[in-house]
């Protein structure tokens, strides 16, 4: 009896050890967790009240947000996850930027810190903002591609 139970625990045993060596190890983690973390400092920063009456004092908080945003980017081409949707928010972001900028300029020259334009163009770059993170969770939250060396057989 005491050699069929070690011949039971010698072929559980083998049986595991065949399965945990047949993964594809190499791939990263499903979720992964470090782009997580950078879309919920993004998404925490995003929460974060911005007085919209007066768009000068919220450049500090959309160029925090630039950074965020860039860190989380790289994460994604780090991971090979970039797809389309992902590269039109970039670039609709990219446009708020350069619009904020130039609404920023014209309010100096004018000397007006509630300058109308700046208003909306604040307002404009959060919204992309936001766009950029619901398309970076979705590639997050996405299945990864298959690759052939996980599929069973």
Known sequence: MRTGT????????????????CRNDTAPAWGYPELH????????????PCDESAPASCAAALDRLGTLADLALAEVLDHRLLDPRCAEAVSALDRARALRATAAGQARARRDPHHPPLRRAVAAERRAYERLLAALQRVRTAPPPADGATDPV
Do not use: C, K, P
């Open 37 to 48: 973390a950078r879309l919920g400092s993004l998404s925490r920063a995003l929460e974060t």
């Open 6 to 21: 070690l011949r039971a625990i010698a072929s559980v045993a083998s049986l595991a050890a065949l399965a945990t060596a």
